[in-house]
């Protein structure tokens, strides 16, 4: 088992470097690649600007993550404006937006970079101006920023291959019965979703039964969210006697979701990522084996417009990582306090 976990792996993260260089070198081609900055809040002179820069307007989780700056611009009284891109590997829209910080003076940055290694530069040159700098939802590879709040993704990726062992354990399967999963990414380039992909392994290679497998064919909708729902189809006819399957984030999960509840396959399980409608609703139909891992994407936002507040004020951190933490939703979950606690943003 460690030996195939291992070959996997390699074969994927070839693929990752292979798919990172094709969507550095190609962005996408529409003339609505991102949203230039716009006010989140009324703007007031006087007031401090924060700036939020997301990975994917109009998408349910980054509705939320808005919605979280909003609030706080409300609580904390600053000025908030938002912009982003269309598709999570058009990093490069993302350096037009940054460098538009810099012009525009802003007083501190939130982002969720696209690219976690091409934005590092760019991130750096932030920083070096003197502006405070936040990392919402995933990290970069540099030190130049200030703090970074989001889920402890190896921590997260362990409770969704938890999650899918306990679904499918649920569904009657033995130890020696013959168990396949189907795995979906989102960008290649992601760290987090790179670290949600590890921490399932790390799991599942620890304590599911030898005859418990992970598909080797690991598809990545990079981003696009219309091809998810294609993809997710393709797997489902290419592996029909498949078992389970796992969206490392909100779109490859929604995509999983919507070919299971169309095509009524609810034989197969599913372990996602955030709250879409599409796994909403699947968790909340009887039929369906269904978990998702809630993340709190509102506080990520919240608390990151709260510290740069702080910051600007020339408050230090001692810490550069906040992890806000995931809950597990479940139909038998879906009632606790604490999963309500979170559902009531998204």
Request: with cysteine; hydrophobic share 40%.
């Amino acid at each position: 088992m460690k030996k195939k976990l291992s070959a996997i792996l390699c074969c994927f993260f070839l693929c990752l470097c292979s798919c990172s260089d094709d969507a550095a070198n190609s962005p996408p081609e529409s003339a609505e690649r991102g949203q230039t900055f716009q006010p989140l809040n009324e703007i007031q002179e006087g007031r401090k600007n924060i700036y939020l820069i997301v990975k994917s307007l109009g998408t349910s989780y980054w509705d939320v993550v808005i919605s979280g700056a909003e609030a706080a611009g409300n609580d904390f009284d600053c000025n908030v404006w938002y912009g982003g891109t269309y598709s999570e590997t058009d990093w490069e829209y993302q350096v037009d937006l940054l460098n538009d910080c810099i012009q525009n003076h802003a007083d501190a940055v939130l982002l969720s970079p696209d690219d976690s290694v091409m934005l590092a530069p760019e991130i750096a040159a932030v920083y070096s101006q003197g502006i405070p700098v936040i990392l919402i939802d995933t990290i970069a590879n540099t030190d130049s920023y200030d703090l970074c709040y989001m889920t402890d993704n190896l921590i997260a990726g362990q409770n969704a291959a938890e999650a899918m062992l306990s679904l499918l354990r649920d569904r009657g399967f033995q130890e020696n019965d013959a168990v396949r999963i189907g795995i979906m990414v989102g960008s290649v380039a992601s760290q987090t979703i790179n670290e949600r992909l590890a921490g399932f392994f790390q799991f599942w290679t620890q304590n599911a039964p030898e005859n418990w497998e992970i598909i080797t064919d690991i598809v990545s909708y990079d981003g696009n969210t219309k091809l998810a729902d294609e993809l997710a189809d393709e797997m489902l006819k290419k592996y029909p006697q498949i078992n389970g399957v796992y969206g490392t984030n909100n779109g490859p999960t929604a995509g999983f979701a919507k070919i299971l509840k169309e095509q009524n396959r609810t034989d197969i399980c599913i372990v996602g990522f955030d709250y879409s409608k599409e796994i909403a609703e699947l968790i909340n139909t009887p039929d369906f084996s269904a978990a998702t891992m809630l993340q709190r994407q509102f506080d990520m936002s919240y608390e990151g417009v709260h510290s740069a507040l702080s910051l600007i004020n020339g408050e230090k951190s001692s810490i550069k990582f906040i992890d806000t933490g995931v809950v597990t939703v479940t139909s038998e979950s879906l009632a606790l306090p604490e999963v309500q606690e979170v559902i009531i943003h998204n």
